[in-house]
Each structure stands twice: as C-alpha cells, then as structure tokens.
Nanobody, 117 residues
Framework: QVQLVESGGGLVQPGGSLRLSCAAS????????MGWYRQAPGKQRELIAA???????NYADDVKGRFTISRDNAKNTVYLQMNSLKPEDTAVYVC???????????WGEGTLVTVAS
C-alpha cells in the first residue's frame, strides 16, 4: 500500500556530489523506517543508509561521513546526500520503506548513479 519513486541519479565525476530523492505515497502513516540500498555489478545489494520514523539514522561503513540521509515529512520524501563520490559508489540505488515487524516492505525501481571521469 506504499509506492516509492526515486529520482536524482545520473553521471557525476569522482569527488562530486548528488542528492537522491525518494517520494512515498499511499499508506505512508504505516512506515516505520526508510532506507537506501545499492546494488553494484558483481555485488550483493547492501543497505547504505536508513532513517526511522523517530529520526535515528544508520550508515554503512563505506559511506559513513560522506553520505547523509534525511527526511521531509511534509513532502513524504527521504533524501540521500552523497558527497565525495568515488567510482566504487557506482550502483543502482534503491529506496525501501519498512512498516516494521508487523507490516510489509516496499521497494522503488531504483535510480542509477555512475561515478566516472
């Protein structure tokens, strides 16, 4: 009952920045947490950053200090600010919404981030 639409991906040079957006619609009142995963060629999908309904955040070690997850409740949107991008950050970034242990999980279609010269 939740729909997620990502945007903001694209091509950026190493050291550059991008901001990804994930807009949620539907039964957004049921969301406990939202996060960003990424899936790179030859790698498993990994959780990059998450934010709970209470504002707590969590980051993968590889992006800690470079990426920041935030939310705008009025817009029903979460963001991922990505700074100091590296070629190894190249991946499809996918937004997810978690209703908690008693609910469902939802996924966006993903947005491609390519970090290259």
């Amino acid at each position: 009952q939740v729909q997620l639409v990502e945007s903001g991906g694209g091509l950026v040079q190493p050291g550059g920045s991008l901001r990804l957006s994930c807009a949620a619609s539907g039964s957004i009142f049921s969301i406990y947490a939202m996060g960003w995963y990424r899936q790179a060629p030859g790698k498993q999908r990994e959780l990059i950053a998450a934010i709970t309904s209470g504002g707590s955040t969590n980051y993968a070690d590889d992006v800690k200090g470079r990426f920041t997850i935030s939310r705008d409740n009025a817009k029903n949107t979460v963001y991922l600010q990505m700074n100091s991008l590296k070629p190894e950050d190249t991946a499809v970034y996918v937004c997810n919404a978690d209703e908690g242990p008693y609910g469902l999980h939802y996924w966006g279609e993903g947005t491609l981030v390519t970090v290259a010269s």
